[in-house]
């Protein structure tokens, strides 16, 4: 039995028309129910809704075999698992955003707020930068409005938020978008289901 | 005396076999200190699992660290053996923290380092005892071998003088990550096509047989040629010392490890239901050279702290 992970809400939706049609259907999962497991003996998977920032911990500690979850999530954690795949949905990018016209007075330590800590952190670190990072876990955008950073690093996929909130997007960091991932133990047991999904997902994927 | 196996845990259990079966192999117990000088390890952070240590001083006045790695120690202290060959095997605790969420955890490892001038048939014994101390903690376990030689040689024509390209290309490998590769080769505009050596290497995956057939008609140049060699060597010996073990081996270059400390095999070795590798090793003489020794070296850890929830009954020891 294949366990896979997908992350809850309108991405794994899409997901899992990906899995059903590589050959790894489960119908029960798209049931209008409070339900969160669901299997089929018939093509030997178990699916499981988990809270997409989430998906990463169930593969690398084994309780799924497989799953998806954004690359923003992988670069943030690095969870030690594969990525097997990218299933080029819920395309976005990790970006620098501030005020309209912002420009970066090097002579200042640059404020920055963001949930994605690390890839901040590496990112400007890369530049030689020196920053003041201020972990916030929602509203990003509110932060260099009331003073509180210069900038904020976060998604942005259409950048309408940014632009209600006079904000713009000032560098790209890097795309994002869904990523297969496997447990790297699962993997050398389960090798033959886990590269047949891979393999029918790559051609769903290539196909479209 | 004999002590009753409903004495020990799993971990003590499979502990004292694995020793068991390292001293019947001809290799010698070493024994160490739980504390090391500290600046052996902020010398070689890299090659440490975990950069945190725990340190304190000495009532001399002295910064010591409670050991975070065996085989630095035993590369310390121990001196060349020239022609010879020197076996050792350890059973240790080490001490270390994951991540900085995680907080200090002791840690406890049972494996052996043999140091010499390393031979084709040494190199297959290290990996026989490899197999062997899974299959010893379970009948549905799995050794990964991989070449980093073979490798490097991949990765350094693609990545060229660039050590950045060549450890992201390395992370990307670990990963099994094919189109990341392509990523960052047309990002460093790295002429398109050019990857495709590095990606069909990691694509191989399977019995010894398979791949090996597989990478007979990689592009040929003689070093890579001599290291393939090597490899099969080193996975043909596993099989005539043990007929069976042969259906446990994987070869699969996604099993890497530092290139400036190991070079030549290196390998990974899992069981079934545990998520994390339990036991880990390779020829490091990059780190011999780099403590001043003139020896080649090659060694393994289990470890016994994942092992723990190892079902019940399934333990062979």
């Given at each position: 039995m294949l366990n896979i992970a997908l992350p809850k809400g309108r991405l794994g939706e899409q997901v899992y028309g990906l899995f059903a049609r590589a050959g790894f259907e489960c119908p029960a999962v798209l049931e209008n129910s409070r339900k969160l497991i669901f299997e089929n003996a018939e093509t030997g998977v178990r699916y499981f809704w988990v809270k997409p920032s989430d998906v990463a911990i169930y593969v690398a500690r084994g309780a799924a075999d497989i799953g998806v979850a954004g690359k923003d999530i992988l670069l943030e954690y690095r969870p030690d698992v594969y990525e097997l795949l990218d299933l080029k949905l819920g395309k976005c990018r990790m970006a620098v955003a501030g005020p309209a016209g912002f420009t970066d007075r090097k002579e200042q330590t640059l404020r920055v707020a963001t949930k994605f800590s690390r890839i901040a952190r590496e990112y400007y670190a890369g530049q030689g930068r020196d920053i003041d990072i201020i972990h916030l876990n929602g509203s990003i955008e509110i932060a260099p409005i009331l003073g509180l950073t210069d900038v904020i690093v976060d998604i942005v996929e259409t950048g309408k938020t940014l632009k209600e909130n006079h904000l713009e997007v000032l560098e790209t960091i890097v795309p994002i978008s869904a990523r297969l991932i496997a447990n790297k133990s699962g993997f050398k047991f389960k090798t033959d289901a886990i590269q047949r999904l891979t393999n029918g997902l790559r051609k769903e994927v290539d196909g479209n | 005396m004999w002590i009753e196996d409903r004495l020990m845990d799993t971990q003590e259990r499979i502990g004292y076999r694995l020793m068991d079966l390292y001293d019947t192999n001809g290799y010698n117990r070493y024994r160490m200190s739980k504390f090391e000088e500290y600046d052996l390890y902020s010398r070689n952070r890299d090659f440490l699992l975990s950069e945190n240590v725990i340190t304190f001083t000495d009532t001399n006045g002295r910064l010591m660290a409670m050991k975070p790695d065996v085989t630095l120690s035993i590369v310390k202290n121990m001196k060349d053996a020239g022609r010879d060959i020197r076996k050792l095997y350890y059973y240790e605790h080490v001490y270390r923290a994951a991540d900085e969420t995680e907080g200090f955890r002791e840690q406890t490892q049972v494996g052996l380092e043999c140091m010499g001038q390393i031979s084709a048939a040494c190199i297959s014994g290290v990996l026989t005892l490899a197999a062997r101390s899974l299959q010893l903690c379970s009948e549905h376990s799995v050794l990964e071998i991989s070449h980093l030689g073979i490798l490097k040689t991949v990765t350094d024509e693609l990545s060229g003088e660039h050590p950045e390209i060549k450890t992201s290309l390395l992370h990307c490998v670990s990963e099994k990550n094919t189109h990341g590769i392509t990523d960052i080769c047309r990002e460093a505009g790295i002429e398109a096509g050019k990857e495709e050596t590095l990606q069909r290497l990691i694509g191989l995956y399977g019995s010894p047989e398979k791949v090996l057939e597989e990478l007979?008609?990689?592009?040929?140049s003689a070093k890579l040629k001599e290291m393939i060699s090597e490899l099969e060597h080193a996975v043909s010996g596993i099989r005539s010392a043990q007929e069976q073990l042969n259906r446990h081996i994987i070869i699969d270059f996604s099993a890497t490890e530092d290139l400036r400390y190991y070079n030549g095999i290196a390998f990974k070795g899992f069981i079934e239901g545990i998520p994390e590798s339990v036991l880990s090793g390779g020829q490091y003489d990059g780190l011999m050279r780099r403590m001043g020794r003139k020896d080649q070296a090659i060694g393994f850890a289990v470890f016994l702290n994942r092992l723990e929830r190892l079902r019940e009954g399934e333990s062979h020891a």
């Amino acid at each position: 039995m294949l366990n896979i992970a997908l992350p809850k809400g309108r991405l794994g939706e899409q997901v899992y028309g990906l899995f059903a049609r590589a050959g790894f259907e489960c119908p029960a999962v798209l049931e209008n129910s409070r339900k969160l497991i669901f299997e089929n003996a018939e093509t030997g998977v178990r699916y499981f809704w988990v809270k997409p920032s989430d998906v990463a911990i169930y593969v690398a500690r084994g309780a799924a075999d497989i799953g998806v979850a954004g690359k923003d999530i992988l670069l943030e954690y690095r969870p030690d698992v594969y990525e097997l795949l990218d299933l080029k949905l819920g395309k976005c990018r990790m970006a620098v955003a501030g005020p309209a016209g912002f420009t970066d007075r090097k002579e200042q330590t640059l404020r920055v707020a963001t949930k994605f800590s690390r890839i901040a952190r590496e990112y400007y670190a890369g530049q030689g930068r020196d920053i003041d990072i201020i972990h916030l876990n929602g509203s990003i955008e509110i932060a260099p409005i009331l003073g509180l950073t210069d900038v904020i690093v976060d998604i942005v996929e259409t950048g309408k938020t940014l632009k209600e909130n006079h904000l713009e997007v000032l560098e790209t960091i890097v795309p994002i978008s869904a990523r297969l991932i496997a447990n790297k133990s699962g993997f050398k047991f389960k090798t033959d289901a886990i590269q047949r999904l891979t393999n029918g997902l790559r051609k769903e994927v290539d196909g479209n | 005396m004999w002590i009753e196996d409903r004495l020990m845990d799993t971990q003590e259990r499979i502990g004292y076999r694995l020793m068991d079966l390292y001293d019947t192999n001809g290799y010698n117990r070493y024994r160490m200190s739980k504390f090391e000088e500290y600046d052996l390890y902020s010398r070689n952070r890299d090659f440490l699992l975990s950069e945190n240590v725990i340190t304190f001083t000495d009532t001399n006045g002295r910064l010591m660290a409670m050991k975070p790695d065996v085989t630095l120690s035993i590369v310390k202290n121990m001196k060349d053996a020239g022609r010879d060959i020197r076996k050792l095997y350890y059973y240790e605790h080490v001490y270390r923290a994951a991540d900085e969420t995680e907080g200090f955890r002791e840690q406890t490892q049972v494996g052996l380092e043999c140091m010499g001038q390393i031979s084709a048939a040494c190199i297959s014994g290290v990996l026989t005892l490899a197999a062997r101390s899974l299959q010893l903690c379970s009948e549905h376990s799995v050794l990964e071998i991989s070449h980093l030689g073979i490798l490097k040689t991949v990765t350094d024509e693609l990545s060229g003088e660039h050590p950045e390209i060549k450890t992201s290309l390395l992370h990307c490998v670990s990963e099994k990550n094919t189109h990341g590769i392509t990523d960052i080769c047309r990002e460093a505009g790295i002429e398109a096509g050019k990857e495709e050596t590095l990606q069909r290497l990691i694509g191989l995956y399977g019995s010894p047989e398979k791949v090996l057939e597989e990478l007979h008609v990689f592009p040929e140049s003689a070093k890579l040629k001599e290291m393939i060699s090597e490899l099969e060597h080193a996975v043909s010996g596993i099989r005539s010392a043990q007929e069976q073990l042969n259906r446990h081996i994987i070869i699969d270059f996604s099993a890497t490890e530092d290139l400036r400390y190991y070079n030549g095999i290196a390998f990974k070795g899992f069981i079934e239901g545990i998520p994390e590798s339990v036991l880990s090793g390779g020829q490091y003489d990059g780190l011999m050279r780099r403590m001043g020794r003139k020896d080649q070296a090659i060694g393994f850890a289990v470890f016994l702290n994942r092992l723990e929830r190892l079902r019940e009954g399934e333990s062979h020891a």
